[in-house]
Structure formats: structure tokens, C-alpha cells
């Protein structure tokens, strides 16, 4: 059984950093594509950066050069550090994989900037 734990979210300041950390089990973690999802309420889920087993990555647009992904295989964990932050980056942050398994959405975790 697949589980993905979301943490480290919180409220800063525009400008400020956060760094998010995904705890994964029951799955081949070194193996799998991985990414970081984000929803906002009324919108759809959008896909803010994958990482590859190779090493690979992509960003969003919007957060290129500011968000970098990464992960730990010997503590099957997956980090999103996120830099100059807007607020527009306000959402509640996923980890799950590439493309996403319906059954593996965690809670989330909520990342809240203000301006």
C-alpha cells in the first residue's frame, strides 16, 4: 500500500522561503517518477515540478528558478525548496507520482504567502 505524507508548509512572507518534504512508502521509490502538485480552490491540480529516477527534472513556468526539486532514496523522500516566493504561489502542495495515481493523493500540505 502506496503512502505519500506531505509536510513543512506554512505562512510566509513574500520573499521568504519554505521547504516541503514528502515521505513515500510502499512503493519502488528509487525507481519512480515523482512530482509536486498544487491546487488552489475553484482551479484544477497543476503539476509544479518532476523528478525522474534518472535525475531529470521540470518546472512550471512560473516557478523556474525559484523551486527545485529533489529526493533522498535511502530515506524515500521527496523536497520541493521553494525560493522568492509570491503569493500566488498559495495552494495546497501534493506529492505523488508522474503521472499522478489517483489512490496516492495525500492531505497535502498548505503553503500560504503573503504579500
Known amino acids: 500500500q502506496v503512502q505519500l505524507a506531505e509536510s513543512g508548509g506554512g505562512l510566509v512572507q513574500a520573499g521568504g522561503s519554505l521547504r516541503l518534504s514528502c515521505a513515500a512508502s510502499?512503493?519502488?521509490?528509487?525507481?519512480?517518477?515523482m512530482g509536486w502538485y498544487r491546487q488552489v480552490p475553484g482551479k484544477q491540480r497543476e503539476l509544479v515540478a518532476s523528478l525522474t529516477s534518472r535525475g531529470n527534472t521540470n518546472y512550471l513556468d512560473s516557478v523556474k528558478g525559484r523551486f527545485t526539486i529533489s529526493k533522498d532514496n535511502a530515506k524515500t523522500t521527496l523536497y520541493l525548496q521553494m525560493n522568492s516566493m509570491k503569493p500566488e504561489d498559495t495552494a495546497v502542495y501534493y506529492c505523488?507520482?508522474?503521472?499522478?495515481?489517483?489512490?496516492?493523493w495525500g492531505q497535502g500540505t498548505q503553503v500560504t504567502v503573503s504579500s
Open positions: 510502499g512503493l519502488i521509490f528509487r525507481v519512480a517518477s
Open positions: 505523488n507520482v508522474v503521472p499522478p495515481s489517483h489512490g496516492f
